[in-house]
């Protein structure tokens, strides 16, 4: 994936500090790739080449394609906590803020140092950052933007900025959260394409229409219209039926 992988290669590069301000930001790598033990560990070791500097850790297992579903899933669960399976059901959830967006070329090195200044700056107790980078390109940048709902088929890769706090943190305290993902992103945003993936739905964006599907969105409106006239899937930021007036109860 990406100009610098094999398309049997899917990956995502995390950078992560901690809710306690004592225990240094750590970067981490997940992969999954479709080949053999030899093959994975020789791209392994080309990474660590190039970031000049060896982990502190590496592990490696062989799964079956349910397996790494699961993993990927449990990967992304944790970002809001426990992975599946050891939630309290009872118990709060924690808060969480997040916004992303798509990039068809390199960030520039500033753009970059000043990314990761911010990231350590204003560090407080109780609240984890996270910067995901996801590689893009592949089998996905194949396919027309046109051919499907999914039109984000020409980027490089993707960044989602975010932040977890405890779910019974004070009002000041979500405000910090909301404050620092935002300069988070638009520290970055001037080299951004514009394009957003739906799956990390941002209720701040002004033009959500355009930044999740592109030119596909007034096609997605008629499709709307014909298998939705009444609305009934409807949200904060769901596709509008033509000629229909908004509701209140549409939010």
Not at 40 to 56: F, G, K, Y
């Amino acid at each position: 994936m990406g100009t610098g992988g094999p398309d049997e290669l899917a990956a995502s590069l995390k950078v992560t500090s901690a809710a306690e301000v004592d225990q240094p930001a750590s970067v981490d790598v997940y992969g999954a790739f479709l080949g053999t033990e030899s093959d994975a560990t020789e791209l392994v070791d080309e990474l660590v080449a190039l970031a000049r500097s060896d982990p502190i850790r590496a592990s490696a297992e062989q799964m079956s394609f349910s397996q790494t579903r699961q993993f990927w899933a449990e990967l992304g669960a944790r970002e809001g906590g426990d992975g599946p399976g050891l939630q309290d059901p009872s118990a709060q959830q924690p808060y969480f803020v997040a916004k992303s967006e798509f990039f068809s070329r390199l960030l520039p090195p500033e753009a970059s140092v000043a990314l990761m200044e911010n990231f350590l700056q204003g560090r407080v107790p109780g609240e984890s950052r996270e910067l995901d980078f996801m590689p893009w390109g592949g089998a996905y940048n194949r396919i027309r933007p046109d051919a499907t709902a999914f039109v984000h088929r020409g980027e490089l890769f993707q960044l989602k900025h975010s932040v977890v706090i405890d779910a019974g943190a004070a009002t000041r305290e979500h405000k910090a959260a909301h404050g620092w993902v935002a300069r988070s992103w638009a520290l970055v945003h001037p080299f951004a394409s514009g394009r957003v993936f739906p799956n990390f739905a941002d209720p701040e964006l002004e033009d959500w229409g355009s930044a999740y599907y592109g030119p596909n969105y007034h096609r997605l409106v008629q499709v709307k219209a014909r298998y939705d006239p009444a609305n009934f899937f409807r949200f904060h930021q769901s596709l509008p039926v033509r000629g229909r007036r908004p509701s209140p109860t549409d939010r």
